[in-house]
């Protein structure tokens, strides 16, 4: 439930803690565990929404669902924790991983510490005291010398600026911030701009509903079917069974999945194995289809093979000629951009209410009061669906307005892109943690596994601070340009880079930097450096400790 307002004395005083942590999804709620519960911190999350969970209390368009598997796409820490719980299905709905969330929020009795319905708007950091003072939407002021952001990746929406939304008369949703009530499409005629992984996830649920759907597509884009089934109490109990060789393997391998990436190059076998290879993820469905071939991230060749195979089986389900070419007209290898995997994606174009339209060749001039007008006609419509993505990663941390010493913001160090020390600290912002930040393997990642590793390296930065009286923990600006440097030359050596699109690229928002932002060096390799970096006593950091 939201706080009560203020009063005129709190909006002047400045409430004090040991940390503040902004967002209260998988990583804020961590934080909170760890530097409470376990370190006997005084803590305080600030947190928009007026409930837990991040991406999945926002996210709740239909079709929401995860992506990694249910039974990894979980917290690790607490053996307990995963044998208690139950998910239904391989790729559980937005309310089940709510669900899970708000559980492990009154499990480890993390509400209280919570301050929901505040927006943080301000983060400056005190010299004379060496604090960070956060200003909210509430007109309240809350200090403490370590200043976490659990601020997620994917929670800025993107709402393209497109003429004439303002005169639209019918309605409007993004995605990403989803009328709870949810969104009655019977009878409608809706339009939905956006084929990434939440336009994919969306559009065979809104077609089903609707009376017409118009997809907008300006960039067709990979999908792999998810086949998602139910789980049965067998393999639930083999999974939890086998529970602590899964960790393992997810917490050392590259992308925190539970999968295992082949030894095999592509042209190492026979025509007929690869296919037999493709064929056999196919069927298997999910995210895995990227671990068929060791060499698909970074032989063009290779991948070439994986998108023809995939264009392949887009073509024998659409069943019009001329929307399955745009359908896989792909102008980027596979996985470049993050790979959608879909239940009933492109059948969904065999229906008779489902139009696409292909915004790259003739692109959207305005909306109009009754629709969206393109090439000089307009496409009536009831409901406009946004599914235009995020301004990912560093979107979050900007909107916060933080300022470091000297008043210098993080929009002026980050005017040319984001430089980061390991995607955790900031040169010239003390106490400054980030977790996920740009520059950690994160969005590449099972994103739970690689959230706790930082969270688990953050709290042990800042015992580790307490105990050395240290008032100030800082990225030194050799450190954040050698990592910021190490980060663009392990994307060069693969073929990310080449979708120049992507917001990974930070493509997707206008004016945005172009800079490679995730660090693709594999999370199991990553960890080792954080807890070298650690085990030396924070090499790349410079320390000032306490007056006095
Ligand atoms: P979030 O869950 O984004 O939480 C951040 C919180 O910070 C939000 O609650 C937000 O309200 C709050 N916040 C932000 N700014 C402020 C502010 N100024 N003041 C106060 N509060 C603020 N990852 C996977 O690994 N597998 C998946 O299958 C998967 N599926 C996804 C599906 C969707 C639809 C989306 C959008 C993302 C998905 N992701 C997935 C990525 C997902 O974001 C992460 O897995 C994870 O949920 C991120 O947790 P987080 O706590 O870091 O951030
Ligand atoms: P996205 O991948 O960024 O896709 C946005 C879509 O909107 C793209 O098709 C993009 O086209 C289009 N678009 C953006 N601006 C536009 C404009 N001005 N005009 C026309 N089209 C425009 O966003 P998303 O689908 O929300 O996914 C974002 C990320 O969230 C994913 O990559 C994934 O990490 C995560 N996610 C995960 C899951 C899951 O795991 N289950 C589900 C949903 C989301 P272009 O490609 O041409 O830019």
Redesign the pocket.
């Known amino acids: 439930m939201p706080d009560a307002a203020p009063s005129p004395d709190a909006q002047a005083s400045i409430a004090t803690f040991d940390a503040l942590v902004?967002?209260?999804?998988?990583?804020?709620l961590y934080a909170l565990h760890l530097l409470r519960n376990q370190q006997g911190l005084k803590v305080r999350v600030?947190?928009?929404?007026d409930g837990v969970?991040?991406?999945?209390?926002?996210?709740r368009y239909p079709g929401?669902r995860?992506?990694?598997e249910s039974w990894s796409?979980c917290f690790q820490f607490d053996d307990a924790l995963v044998q208690e719980w139950t998910w239904s299905e391989r790729y559980p709905r937005q309310p089940e991983i709510l669900r899970y969330l708000n559980h492990v929020a009154d499990r480890y009795d993390l509400r209280r510490d919570i301050a929901f319905s505040?927006?943080?708007t301000g983060a400056r950091f005190d010299e004379a005291s060496d604090r960070w003072v956060v200003t909210t939407d509430r007109g309240e002021r809350l200090a403490a010398p370590f200043l976490i952001t659990?601020?997620?990746?994917?929670?800025a929406a993107n709402i393209p600026d497109i003429p004439g939304l303002a005169d639209f008369r019918g309605r409007w949703v993004h995605t990403?911030e989803w009328p709870h009530e949810g969104v009655d499409f019977r009878g409608k005629r809706v339009g939905m701009i956006g084929t990434g992984?939440?336009g994919i996830q969306a559009a065979p649920v809104i077609a089903e509903e609707a009376a017409q759907l118009t997809v907008f597509q300006r960039t067709p884009n990979y999908s792999v079917p998810a086949q998602n089934h139910p789980l049965d109490d067998a393999f639930r109990a083999r999974k939890k069974a086998e529970w602590p060789v899964l960790r393992r393997l997810m917490r050392s391998n590259t992308n925190g999945h539970p999968y295992t990436i082949s030894e095999r190059d592509t042209f190492s076998v026979s025509e007929e194995e690869r296919r037999a290879a493709y064929a056999q993820a196919w069927d298997q469905g999910g995210l895995s289809f990227r671990a068929t071939f060791r060499d698909m991230m970074v032989n063009k060749a290779a991948n070439d093979e994986a998108s023809a195979y995939i264009r392949e089986r887009i073509r024998a389900i659409v069943k019009d000629p001329r929307t399955a070419e745009l359908l896989t007209a792909f102008d980027h290898p596979f996985a470049t951009k993050r790979p959608p995997i879909d239940t009933g994606y492109f059948e969904t174009f065999n229906r008779d209410n489902v139009r696409l339209v292909d915004i790259r060749a003739t692109p959207i001039e305005r909306i109009a009061a009754d629709g969206i007008v393109i090439g000089g006609e307009t496409i009536p419509l009831d409901i406009i669906v946004f599914a235009t993505g995020f301004d990912a990663m560093t979107g979050?941390l900007l909107?916060?307005g933080i300022a470091g010493p000297g008043g210098r913001t993080l929009a002026e160090a980050w005017a040319e892109g984001p430089r980061t020390y390991l995607g955790l600290g900031v040169e010239g912002f003390p106490n400054l943690f980030t977790?996920?930040g740009p520059g950690s393997p994160s969005?590449l990642?099972?994103?739970?596994v690689a959230?706790e590793q930082h969270v688990e390296w953050i709290a042990s930065a800042i015992a580790w601070a307490r105990a050395n009286r240290v008032a100030r923990i800082e990225a030194t600006g050799e450190a954040a340009r050698n990592w910021t440097a190490h980060v663009n030359e392990v994307a060069e050596r693969t073929l990310y880079p080449t979708a120049k699109s992507s917001w990974y690229l930070g493509a997707n928002i206008p004016g945005k930097p172009r800079v490679f932002m995730p660090y693709l060096g594999g999370l199991g390799r990553y960890r080792e450096i954080c807890d070298e970096v650690a085990a030396s006593g924070y090499r790349g950091f410079a320390v000032t400790p306490l007056r006095g």
């Open positions: 902004i967002g209260a999804g998988f990583a804020g600030l947190e928009a929404a969970g991040g991406t999945w209390y926002w996210n929401a995860c992506d990694s796409y505040t927006r943080v659990a601020v997620g990746c994917l929670s990403g992984s939440t979050p909107k916060l977790v996920t969005v990642t099972n994103m739970p959230i």
